[in-house]
């Protein structure tokens, strides 16, 4: 049973940071892609950004030059360095892993940023 466990939410100014952790219970190097997704209530959970395996990046417009994803190999550790932060950044973040073969999606609990002066 793999787990990804989320850390580093909670309340921050607009304009300041927070940098989110995920600790998977087996080598990362086993998942195709790790990756951000967060979900405000009402609305559907939307992805954040990813990294593959081979170090490949991808960024919702939205955050785009405002958030680095980054993987520590050593430590199981996926993370996402938020700065520049937003009300409109305000939600559940969502650790996620996908592996292709056999197909399968892991999710981490979810930890609460939010983003409000």
């Known amino acids: 049973q793999v787990q990804l466990v989320e850390s580093g939410g909670g309340l921050v100014q607009p304009g300041e940071s927070l940098r989110l952790s995920c600790v998977a219970s087996?080598?990362?190097?086993?998942?195709?892609?790790m990756g951000w997704y967060r979900q405000v209530p009402g609305k559907e959970r939307e992805l954040v950004a990813l990294?593959?395996?081979?170090?490949?990046?991808n960024y919702a417009d939205s955050v785009k030059g405002r958030f680095t994803i980054s993987r520590d190999n050593a430590k199981n550790t996926v993370s996402l360095q938020m700065n520049s932060l937003k009300p409109e950044d305000t939600a559940t973040y969502y650790c996620?892993?996908?592996?292709?073969?056999?197909?399968?999606?892991?999710w981490g609990k979810g930890t609460l940023v939010t983003v409000s002066s």
């Open positions: 996620w892993a996908k592996v292709y073969a056999p197909l399968r999606n892991y």
């Open positions: 087996r080598s990362i190097l086993s998942f195709n892609i």
């Open positions: 990294i593959t395996n081979s170090d490949s990046t």
